[in-house]
């Protein structure tokens, strides 16, 4: 899936594709490339601190320039991409090998290739296939070739032929190879997104890390040489017939981790398999410390993941007509919202005209609104959802205080700061990453959700302070591309240890030895 926002989402699906593969962590990339043509603008879309080194060519340049700008300070590059202008150099791979020395150790190369381009590499003759062409040229001056995408103008479609091929390179002896496959639950308003789908695409772009999703089952995928494998079971609940299954993964050379981002006793099966979700894997990744404290007791490999945002579009401006829109969108807050709706009804009275209310998900919240000026869409995508909130300007997140709210995380509160949405917030969850009246506002009772709502309404100066201070607080500490390689690095060090985690897995779950 596309970790850019929608409408960023142009006809060019060459530069969308390329931007995405550029590593999102990147420090400084070195471009070449046509006037204009440049992907830096949607690569810093997942980072906007990436800082791109871009050669434009709008005529015919050779090694010789490329000397020049470079000089003697040799720079480090994270990354190199190379449009198809490259071709029409006099001796492309010349170029692409001295760039070779300023890259970081297992950084990749780029390279965006023309279909019709790929016959001039066919050096093997008429017989030798495009991407052995590939391999071959590239394997000339030191890269080996990781993977190559195809980009179809037509693939929504599911019609035509790919027009161009985006090779991934790194120079040789720098490869190391992870394969991992996610079991995901069936796509219900963006639980896959955040914990699943979108870290995945990001630590795709990563030489070497192979991802795989499917919603009941593992791909059988012939094992690449010294790939390292692990599968991800997003909030599974295992009983005992899963049990053949799980072994006959861990036979295919699989490490199993159990993602789960709900406190568990929610599901009674849990408790009535005995936490098998947890018991019967060798790991467990989450999303709060609170949830990892109870999952410690059923499986002491325990990783912490806060959930990140993965694009952050330009901050909005304040609104001009002098109208307010709310924004209220959760499962299960029924019992959370209950004591706020006749006050807020109030307010919706006293500020007739100016307050439109957009709901999603949540029927009886909607249905409860005393109001015309209000739209309900039902669960949808992660898509369209972020389509909404762009929309709005205040967040209503309340949350009683129970153990089962107090094991979420502040997901909803980040992804309103990086769209410029103003929350409104009970302490729990939120209270230790909103900074009230600075980045964000808490309410303690329901009079206190009227009084703050009413001044955040009334005020939109204050309330575009508050949602410039929060947007900050995510571009500096909450993206996805600042965290994203910690599971990269935890799936390496539990690999690294999997003869150890076997064992203990076994006498967990004895069933499972071979």
Not at 367 to 379: E, M, N, V
Not at 427 to 437: A, F, H, L, M
Not at 447 to 467: D, K, N, Q, S
Request: glycine residues 6%; proline residues 8%.
């Amino acid at each position: 899936m596309s970790t850019l926002p929608a409408a960023t989402l142009a006809p060019d699906l060459v530069a969308i594709r390329l931007a995405m593969l550029v590593p999102p962590d990147s420090g400084v990339v070195f471009e070449v490339c046509r006037p204009g043509a440049s992907v830096a603008s949607l690569a810093r879309l997942r980072n906007p601190a990436i800082r791109f080194a871009i050669l434009p060519l709008s005529d015919e340049r050779g090694p010789d320039d490329l000397s020049v700008l470079l000089g003697p300070a040799r720079p480090q590059f994270d990354s190199v991409l190379l449009h198809e202008a490259v071709l029409a150099l006099p001796s492309p791979f010349a170029m692409v090998g001295m760039l070779l020395p300023y890259l970081h150790p297992g950084a990749p190369v780029l390279f965006a290739l023309p279909r019709v381009a790929l016959e001039r590499l066919q050096a093997g003759g008429p017989s030798a296939s495009p991407r052995a062409a590939i391999h071959a040229a590239l394997a000339e001056i030191g890269l080996v070739v990781v993977q190559v995408f195809t980009v179809c103008p037509d693939e929504a479609k599911g019609t035509g032929d790919f027009s161009h091929v985006i090779v991934q390179a790194v120079r040789q002896g720098e490869l190391r190879r992870l394969l991992i496959s996610a079991n995901t639950l069936r796509p219900s308003g963006g639980c896959n997104d955040t914990r699943i789908d979108l870290p995945h695409a990001f630590l795709s772009a990563v030489p070497g890390v192979r991802i795989q999703s499917g919603i009941n089952h593992i791909y059988k995928t012939d094992r690449l040489p010294g790939e390292g494998r692990v599968n991800v079971l997003q909030r599974r609940i295992c009983g005992p017939n899963d049990l053949p299954n799980l072994k006959m993964v861990m036979q295919q050379g699989y490490l199993l981790v159990a993602e789960f981002d709900d406190h568990p006793n929610h599901w009674p099966a849990m408790t009535e398999f005995r936490h098998l979700t947890f018991r019967a894997v060798h790991a467990v990744q989450t999303s709060t410390e609170d949830l990892a404290e109870e999952l410690r007791q059923y499986n002491p490999e325990i990783a912490i993941f806060p959930n990140q945002i993965a694009a952050l579009p330009p901050p909005r401006a304040v609104r001009a007509d002098g109208r307010v829109t709310l924004f209220f969108g959760a499962f299960n807050r029924g019992g959370d919202w209950h004591p706020m709706i006749d006050l807020l009804n109030q307010l919706l009275a006293t500020h007739r005209g100016r307050i439109d209310v957009q709901v999603v998900h949540d029927r009886a919240f909607f249905d409860a609104l005393a109001t015309g000026d209000k739209s309900f869409t039902p669960t949808c995508s992660y898509e369209d959802y972020i389509r909404i909130l762009q929309r709005c300007d205040i967040a209503l997140l309340p949350l009683n205080d129970t153990l089962f709210n107090r094991c979420k995380s502040d997901l909803k509160f980040i992804e309103c700061a990086a769209h410029s949405v103003v929350v409104l917030a009970s302490p729990i969850v939120y209270g230790e990453s909103v900074k009230d009246g600075v980045t964000g506002v808490l309410f303690r009772t329901p009079e206190e959700f009227r009084l703050r709502l009413e001044g955040l309404i009334t005020a939109p100066w204050t309330r575009a302070g508050i949602a410039e201070r929060a947007y900050r607080y995510v571009r500096d500490h909450r993206l996805l591309a600042q965290h994203f390689r910690k599971r990269l690095s935890w799936y390496s060090s539990l690999l690294e240890r999997k003869e150890e985690l076997d064992a203990r897995l076994f006498e967990r779950v004895p069933e499972l030895r071979p």
